[in-house]
């Protein structure tokens, strides 16, 4: 009558109720066993200390990658083999989603998480003028939706945690939004039911602005509405995806919108529709 | 900067497996099919090449090992484009590319510096992002990656790094699951202590 006994508490299987791989009859039944068995509490314990985030440490090794000689050789290579290289310098993958394996959330990831996006942004989160140029997205043209999803992708509830609080901070930061787009960003207009606002970023792209305003949805998963000037024709609003996220966008008296998350298209769709309506 | 001449070896000396040979595949599959694969590598190899230099990086723990590891893969995977099955992920064929270049050719030449692949010099020729004084925790966590076998390291990056699930790092090493579950346990462990024995910098998590 001692079902821990029978139990799978190896390393092996603590290590997957770690990274939350288990099954959920599997992962009860190993929190159940857990729970009877203090050795194997302090095993899991130790695996734990174990933890990094892994993942925000790589993505900075990404960073690193020297990606114009990469390109060069490449260039070269195929220039070598009498190949046009037919793909150009669109490559500034994001990384692969990544189930949340490094250990629960503290205040060292987020900085790490941080750190990383910080090198996205040319001033940081806290400087007045605060015009990031998100250089890895303005030194790609792989078109402005790819470009934004592939930094949104990096987002995390964390990222957003570091956004300038106070009210004053973030009205300044959303009316030069406006200013650099020229329109007009009231909160009512940037307002959404469904969505709790974070904060306002202006990024560039090819010399271009690029708002994005930030939102976390549920009180967790990070929701952008992107905003940029555009000379092409109105676009009734169109579902896509792009780099693991759902994507709602639309083009509309000269301006490009574009709402992602990763959050189911339906969902997404309800909350883009008030967006259309507030900036009709 | 000029790098080491590659020692790849040209197809002629390295059999391929009956049937699954440049020519006679594209006798096989014909012109077009032939043609699409081929697109389909060349397109697809740009976008990978920082991912690429990443996983050499963590395997040589070297940059310009790295860099050689990423030119030598693409110029097999452009050779055995045919090799390539369209539809399937692209990143894991490259991946297994680079791994089987790394394993069996370069590998055994390489003595390690002991740089390692977080060596400030890394940061600053990132096409001037040198700006990896950010990125403190980032970097330490990396020097303890870096300090596992490099089984273990491996799995960690296939795993955590690049988000791959236990049974996919699996296929990729050509390992069973269990091995990597048990590589990812035993590198826990090991930073684990390192955490306990202070020998870190970290914060507690």
């Known amino acids: 009558m001692a079902p821990a006994d029978h139990s799978d508490l190896s390393d092996e299987t603590l290590v997957a109720f770690i990274d939350e791989a288990l099954s959920p009859t599997e992962r009860r039944r190993t929190a159940d066993a857990l729970s009877r068995n203090a050795e194997a509490r302090a095993r899991l314990e130790r695996l734990r200390r174990g933890g990094r985030p892994f993942g925000e440490a790589f993505d900075a090794l990404l960073q690193a990658a020297p990606e114009h000689r990469l390109h060069a050789m490449f260039a070269d ?3 070598k083999r009498g190949e046009t290289a037919t793909v150009g310098f669109g490559g500034n993958v994001a990384p692969m989603r990544r189930r949340a394996r490094s250990g629960g959330s503290s205040a060292w990831q987020m900085a790490a998480a941080a750190a990383v996006v910080a090198l996205a942004f040319a001033g940081g989160l806290q400087t007045a003028g605060y015009f990031g140029t998100a250089r890895q997205i303005a030194e790609q043209k792989p078109g402005w ?41 009231s909160d009512e207009r940037i307002a959404n039911p469904a969505l709790d606002f974070q904060g306002t ?21 990070p929701v952008a509405l992107c905003i940029i000037r555009t000379a092409n024709a109105p676009q009734t609003a169109q579902i896509e995806e792009r780099h693991g996220l759902n994507i709602v966008h ?31 | ?33 032939f043609s699409l694969r081929r697109k389909e590598v060349q397109e697809g190899l740009p976008p990978l090449l920082k991912r690429l230099w990443r996983y050499g990086l963590v395997l040589s723990g070297d940059s310009d090992t790295a860099h050689e590891l990423v030119q030598a893969t693409c110029l097999r995977a452009l050779e055995k484009c045919d090799q390539f099955q369209p539809g399937t992920q692209i990143s894991r064929w490259a991946y297994t590319i680079l791994r089987s270049i790394w394993m069996n050719e370069l590998r055994s030449r390489r003595v390690r510096t002991g740089n390692g692949f977080v060596d ?16 403190l925790l980032a970097r ?55 955490k306990d024995h202070g020998d870190h910098l970290l914060p507690a998590e």
């Not at chain 1, 202006?202 to 549920?218: E, N, T, V």
């Not at chain 2, 400030?120 to 001037?128: F, K, N, Q």
């Not at chain 2, 076998?149 to 491996?154: A, D, T």
């Open chain 2, 120 to 135: 400030p010099e890394i940061a600053l020729i990132a096409d001037g992002i040198g700006e990896m004084d950010t990125n």
């Open chain 1, 77 to 79: 290579l195929m220039a």
């Open chain 2, 1 to 33: 900067m000029a790098f080491p001449s590659l020692r790849i070896k040209p197809d002629g000396d390295r059999p391929a497996p009956a049937g699954r040979g440049t020519v006679a595949a594209r006798g096989a599959m014909g012109d077009s099919e």
């Open chain 1, 201 to 221: 970023q202006i990024l560039q792209l090819d010399g271009k602005p690029l708002a994005q305003i930030s939102y976390l949805f549920d009180g967790r998963t």
């Open chain 2, 140 to 194: 330490q966590v990396l020097k303890e990656v870096e300090r596992l076998p490099e089984g273990q390291r491996e799995a960690v990056f296939l795993v955590y790094g690049e988000g791959l699930s236990y049974r996919e790092a699996a296929d990729m090493l050509g390992i069973p699951q269990g091995t990597v579950m048990s590589r990812l346990a035993a590198a826990r462990a090991k930073l684990a202590d390192l």
């Open chain 1, 145 to 185: 939706r790819e470009a934004a999803s592939r930094y949104v992708a990096l987002f995390s509830k964390e990222t957003l945690e570091g956004m300038p609080r106070d009210q004053q901070a973030r009205q300044a930061n959303l009316q030069r939004a406006a200013q650099v787009l020229g329109l007009p960003l």
């Open chain 1, 250 to 280: 639309w083009v509309k008296g000269g301006y490009g919108f574009m709402v992602i998350g990763d959050i189911p298209g339906p969902e997404l769709e309800r909350i883009s529709r008030t967006f259309r309506a507030q900036f009709s």
